[in-house]
């Protein structure tokens, strides 16, 4: 059993996440976790990437010998849609102690899942002698070379169909309350008043949690909770990754041809935002989003052809093109 306190802070903290770096972790946990049926071709290209580009510091820490994965590789988002730079930096500067008391406590940790061969610790071990700093760097990198071969051309769908999953929890949670959000997340969570209960055969205590984090997985089959272990952590953030919904756009439709994900969750909402020209800087504004996550959207579209883009002089605009116009009049 695990019970989570919650605190005024811990509930007023609570928000789902749109995490590039949560959902390539989570698709690297294929040893730990049952993976999705409409995921399992992407976890077999991910496995052959780990293999054909010898991603030894990834192999070695997910290969399913641990109880304990170091929590330096999976940073707690900060913000509800984070960018993969922005996670990667904070994975390769990670504090070398910090590193090197996660590590320890992973390698040393008695109870493991299955005995590991005797290579993988100790192609952990050689990286680790040239410094903490270095096997930070070192996995920062492997994350994103295994990101580039299996990840970032389906990222946008993959987006996408998180954002329709959490689109439909927050329509749960302002009809019928955050309570009745959490049972539809998994039936083994049950909330009561000042804590959460999950019913998962271990027992951890968190007494108070500053921030608990929402994460849909698109590769997790199953309920899954991170919270780190280690004696002194600091104050605990739990992470309650569930498998998001198999896939469908904010009005619970089906999403069947390849131009119908365009008008899903936030990218439907920035493209039906455009019979008017605007900029990035004012699409961000207007739908509380960064900079950053609207100019990948526009990206996207604009690669896809639904959008045009314009100059005025140190101004650039985006408007829908006629095929944009086609489609916000099929699907809007």
């Known amino acids: 059993m695990i019970r989570i306190g919650m605190g005024a802070q811990g509930w007023a903290n609570t928000r789902f996440v749109v995490s590039p770096l949560h959902a390539l972790i989570e698709g690297v946990m294929f040893e730990y976790c049952p993976v999705q049926p409409q995921a399992r071709e992407l976890s077999a290209r991910l496995r052959k990437t780990l293999r054909e580009r010898r991603l030894t510091v990834l192999s070695g820490l997910f290969a399913g010998h641990w109880h304990y994965i170091p929590d330096f590789t999976l940073p707690r988002p900060t913000v509800a849609q984070g960018s993969l730079d922005s996670e990667l930096h904070a994975v390769a500067t990670t504090s070398p102690d910090r590193l090197a008391r996660e590590l320890d406590f992973m390698l040393h940790e008695p109870a493991v899942r299955r005995a590991p061969p005797a290579g993988a610790p100790r192609e952990l071990l050689n990286a680790l002698e040239r410094g903490e700093s270095s096997f930070a760097e070192r996995a920062a990198g492997e994350l994103a070379q295994l990101w580039d071969g299996a990840i970032a051309r389906q ?162 605009y985006y408007q829908l093109s006629q095929r944009g116009r086609d489609l916000a009049a099929v699907y809007g």
Request: glycine content about 10%.
């Open 155 to 316: 990222w946008s769908v993959l987006q996408s169909r998180i954002e329709c999953d959490i689109a439909r929890r927050a329509r749960t949670m302002s009809r019928q309350g955050l309570a009745d959000v959490f049972p539809g997340l998994d039936p083994r969570i049950g909330w009561h008043g000042d804590h959460l209960r999950i019913d998962v055969p271990f027992d951890i205590d968190v007494p108070e949690t500053d921030m608990l984090i929402l994460a849909p997985s698109v590769f997790n089959g199953s309920l899954s909770v991170a919270i780190d272990p280690l004696p002194g952590a600091g104050p605990q953030q739990a992470v309650i990754s569930y498998p998001a919904y198999p896939g469908a756009d904010d009005g619970g439709r089906p999403a069947g041809r390849p131009a119908a994900d365009q008008m899903a969750g936030t990218r439907g909402r920035i493209l039906r935002d455009l019979t008017t020209p605007r900029t990035t800087t004012e699409l961000a504004h207007r739908h509380w989003l960064t900079p950053g996550a609207v100019s990948h959207h526009l990206t996207a579209l604009h690669r896809a052809g639904f959008v045009l883009k314009s100059r005025e002089q140190h101004r650039v």
